[in-house]
Structure formats: C-alpha cells, structure tokens
Nanobody
Framework: QVQLVESGGGLVQPGGSLKLSCAAS????????MGWFRQAPGKERDLVAS???????YYTDSVKGRFTISRDNAKNTVYLQMNNLKAEDTAVYYC????????????WGQGTQVTVSS
C-alpha cells in the first residue's frame, strides 16, 4: 500500500510563505498525477492543485498566481510552494494521487496544518 506523508505546514503571517512536501512510496507516484487537497473546519476537502507525470498543472482559482505545485519523481515527492498566504488558506493540507480532480488512493495521510494568522 502506498503511504502518504505530508509535511511543511506551520503558523505564518498573512503574506508569508510555506513549502509543503508530500512523500509517497510505491511505483504509483511516477505514473500518476498528484494533487494537493485542503480541508478547513466545516468545509469539504477540495483539490487546490495538481500536476501530471509530465508538466501539466492545475490550480483552483483562489490560489492561482500564489501557489506552485511541482514534483520530483526520483524522490517520490510532490511539493506545494505557497506564497502570499491569506487567512482563507488556513486548512489541513493533504496529498493523493489523482485522476482529474478525484483522489485515487483509498486512504489519506495525516495531513499537515497550515495556519495563516496575524
């Protein structure tokens, strides 16, 4: 079973930056698109960014121009560089393999908490 380990979250001020990492095991990483999801209290878990095994990327409108997703297939790791963070970015961030906007793996990692507050 592929394991997902998210890290890099923390408490930052509005306008600050964080870089999240998601390490995965197994061969699925290099052969599937990967995505970052986030879930705030009282809200659904939504896809915010994804990247294919090539160079194609997707971003939800609210993070365009601020977030950048990338992947290192040799390290089985996907990253999310988050700049100009806003309070509304506060959430637990999760990663998963994705088909379009749909998660593929039947489980989630522990997630990493991102809190943006002054």
């Amino acid at each position: 079973q592929v394991q997902l380990v998210e890290s890099g979250g923390g408490l930052v001020q509005p306008g600050g930056s964080l870089k999240l990492s998601c390490a995965a095991s197994g061969s699925i990483f290099s052969t599937n698109a990967m995505g970052w999801f986030r879930q705030a209290p009282g809200k659904e878990r939504d896809l915010v960014a994804s990247i294919t095994s090539g160079t194609s990327t997707y971003y939800t409108d609210s993070v365009k121009g601020r977030f950048t997703i990338s992947r290192d297939n040799a390290k089985n790791t996907v990253y999310l560089q988050m700049n100009n963070l806003k309070a509304e970015d506060t959430a637990v961030y999760y990663c998963n393999a994705v088909l379009g906007s749909v998660p593929i793996l039947p489980y989630w990692g522990q997630g990493t908490q991102v809190t943006v507050s002054s």
